[in-house]
């Protein structure tokens, strides 16, 4: 039924914005000459690689500089792409990807291989499911660029106050999945565009329902600072880009 659902969603969707789409992909051709695409390489379902289509909001290359998490005030970003990140362009060509089976509608967002590499045994279970587009994490740490701004190294950052939530919020999404909850989550993600606070609510509110523990349905809110923490199924926090897996 999951599967059906994204099919027909996915070819619905893909039709429905290549009006905004079309004229993006001619921006960001016309701006430096280069593929308004950018074939990102992940880990998918049960550590498969596959690649992401996604329009590109940086500059030629940008993933050669060796560092993964982007923060708002990123110099790579091009002036299109950050047209193309504040509506989440980037993220409508992977529609395709569903279309093709590599993604669903919602799911654990799909890492780059140095980063699943470094997955505890409990982070692991993420990759039992095929990734998505969307879901409860994407939504709560929708701000994740302006997190990581300032910071002196964006994926140290990231690790220590992005990823223990968004790994916790995406295992208990893999241990409690619907299709209510999908469609859910898809409503939530359009509204965020339009209200963050409102679709904050609505994930701590879904997460209430579904019995989740109170400290989860609390980060859901996102209404106190984040502060760093160890990943699921791991005792420290994470200080090194080689932390090793546990």
Do not use: H
Request: avoid cysteine; charged fraction near 25%; glycine fraction near 6%.
């Amino acid at each position: 039924m999951k599967r059906i659902f994204d099919i027909v969603v996915s070819a619905v969707g893909l039709l429905g914005t290549s009006v905004v789409l079309l004229p993006t992909m001619f921006l960001i051709w016309r701006q430096d000459g280069f593929s308004p695409f950018y074939i990102a390489p992940r880990t998918g379902m049960n550590e498969r690689p596959f690649r992401m289509v996604k329009l590109r909001s940086m500059i030629k290359n940008a993933d050669k500089s060796g560092v993964d998490s982007t923060s708002a005030g990123d110099n790579r970003i091009t002036a299109v792409g950050r047209f193309v990140r504040k509506y989440k362009l980037d993220e409508m060509t992977q529609l395709w990807n569903v279309l093709k089976g590599d993604m669903s509608l919602v799911g654990p967002r799909p890492n780059v291989k140095r980063e699943t590499d470094l997955y505890t045994r409990e982070e692991k279970k993420l990759l039992s499911v095929r990734p998505g587009i969307t879901d409860f994490a994407s939504i709560v740490f929708s701000d994740e660029a302006n997190i990581l701004d300032g910071k002196p190294d964006p994926d140290i950052a990231y690790n220590q106050l992005i990823r223990p939530g968004k790994s916790r919020l995406g295992l208990f999404y893999v241990e409690n999945s619907s299709i209510w909850v999908d469609i859910q989550l898809i409503w939530l993600t359009a509204v965020s565009s339009a209200s963050r606070s409102s679709a904050l609510r609505g994930v701590a509110r879904i997460l209430q329902r579904m019995n989740a523990p109170a400290d989860l349905v609390d980060l859901a809110r996102r209404d106190k600072p984040l502060i760093p923490a160890p990943p699921p199924g791991a005792t420290q926090i994470v200080t090194s880009r080689d932390a090793v897996a546990i």
